[in-house]
């Protein structure tokens, strides 16, 4: 077994010689310490390197239940030092305060004297932050709006500059996703844009901004995840395209990020046949189903390794998703994916207490197995441990930090969330609005003191971001009178009309994910109030309630753009690309505030359509064009 004292030693003999010579440590002997490091380790400890679970919630012994995992202890300790675990992934529940994650990881850490951890987290910026004390930023699309290769700079370096004062050392970002089906349920707006070469340059930008803060950059989820129509978090999504096609369009952002040196990336868990047909006996129903990317050494060896020249480390999608569990199982899908040319399996396993530990226990024990039968050569393994220690030893993270806990903890609480990045995240959100409509210039709305404006919103937390945007305005429009109204789940009634009849100005957001009214010869059938069609019915209702009455509407969208088309009829729509409130007393996105903004004139939209917006009514027509966007005051086009 590789003993720690062998390891500090060796890892102090390459600093010496970098501290010596000036510099940082020369390709050569940092090679040759990684080396040293490999030899000396046991099959074990290879095996725990490419493990990497989470303890996402934990109950410790004589706990009623699993609760969110903030405060290191032993147990979890034990399992790391146990597996000789190479890395963990957090997710919300353990990074609920800044001083909280910071001793959180620096427990972690000392968990594993003899090599340091991986400590990921999946932190995009925008509806996917973990987070709850951090910058959350606009996200992907509304950068991809902003078309600012400079603002996608900013957002990998103010999550660069914020996880690693944290502790964290790999970001499971950003999604170089080309989004080109609208009816994408998972993808979104974490995807920059529909065109290949916008995901790329601000990809790559992000990217750059991550490495600028020695935070190891993620691509996902390859080889494409953008046109699917299946959430592989409940199933297994396919994408029929030929291999053309998916040269040059789905590969293009990946290749330029392999290009331009990404650390690592991420497998998706969908169904590629161009490039593998293979089939598998799923578990769940005996049926036949095609390999996904993430188990496919056509796809990863082949396509990713020898075609695209990556050398860094490729990392699972989360192996816990239905795609992948339902259909191969815990053991065979992460010796599958190993097998297959992954370095890291992801979740592999699921452990949430002591009790629990056989799930992991049994991995890990599948891998040995498979290594020690010659399934999965120890070629192999030793090619991927040696990937993620010259990774490690890259970023820093072999590097012994004696950086005492209370210094860390001062340094983070001065980075995490400041105000120059709450700033800056605003400026970006700003100029990422899109209008994408304003009849008989209906914006910026020029109310009157003691005016009464409506604010309606799916969920209450989006709600009260809204009404406190209004209220944070300057001048007369602080004075005005307003009122919120959560929708979700309910039918329009007589009650939401007079709310309407009594408003000078109606606001509304929509939160649809995927398109879905009921059309009739080219027409939207209102007459369908069912409360299980609220997220279109409902705001449908009140935008023509609202112009039958000729009060002042605006629709904003607060999701996929896509749905701004269910309003062919409104004369103001705008679109915003996030959908996340106020809650526990902050806004956990800028981007309602500047939506909220524009649309009373305090600042101007400059935003265009970073996707096409088909027309709901007519499927085959384009409704808003990729690159659409008004000028608020003269109602042209943007240049």
Known sequence: MI???????????????????????????????VNAILEGMSVDEKVGQMLMPDFRNWQKQGESKATGFTVMNDEVGSIIKKYHLGGVILFAENVVGTEQ????????????????????????????????????LPGNMALGAARSE????????????????????????????VNNNPGNPVIGVRSFSSNPELVSKLGIQTIKGLQSQNMAATTKHFPGHGDTAVDSHYGLPLVSHDKERLRSVELVPFQKAIDEGVDMVMTAHVQFPAFDDTTYTSKKDGQEIMVPATLSKKVLSGLLREEMGFEGVIVTDALNMKAIADNFGQ??????ALKSGVDIALMPAQVNSLQMEGNLSSVFNAVKEAIETGNLPIEQVNNSVQRILELKEKRGILTPDNTQIDEKVENALNVVGNQDHLKKEKKMAEDAVTLLKNEDKTLPFKPKKNDKVLVLAPFADQVEAMARSIQELKGKKKEVKVTGYAFSGKSFNEDVAAMIDEADYVITGSYVVKNDPAVNDGVIDDSIQDSSKWATAFPRAVMKTAEAKNKKFVLMSLRNPYDAANFEEAKAVLAVYGFKGYSNGAYRQPNIPAGIKTIFGESKPKGKLPVDIPSVTHPDEILYKFGHGLNIRSGKQLK
């Open 3 to 33: 003993k720690k004292k062998w390891v500090c030693a060796t890892l102090a003999a390459v600093l010496s010689v970098s501290v010596f010579a000036g510099s940082k440590p020369d390709k050569v002997s940092a090679e040759t310490d």
């Open 101 to 136: 994650t910071a001793r959180l990881t620096d427990g972690l850490q000392k968990a594993s004297p003899e090599l340091p951890l991986f400590i990921t987290i999946d932190q995009e910026g925008g509806i996917v932050t973990r987070l709850q004390t951090g910058t959350n």
């Open 150 to 177: 400079k603002y996608a700079y900013q957002t990998g370096e103010i999550i660069g500059k914020e996880l690693s004062s944290l502790g964290v050392s790999v970001n499971f970002g950003p999604a170089l996703d």
């Open 331 to 336: 053991e065979e899908a992460v010796v599958l």
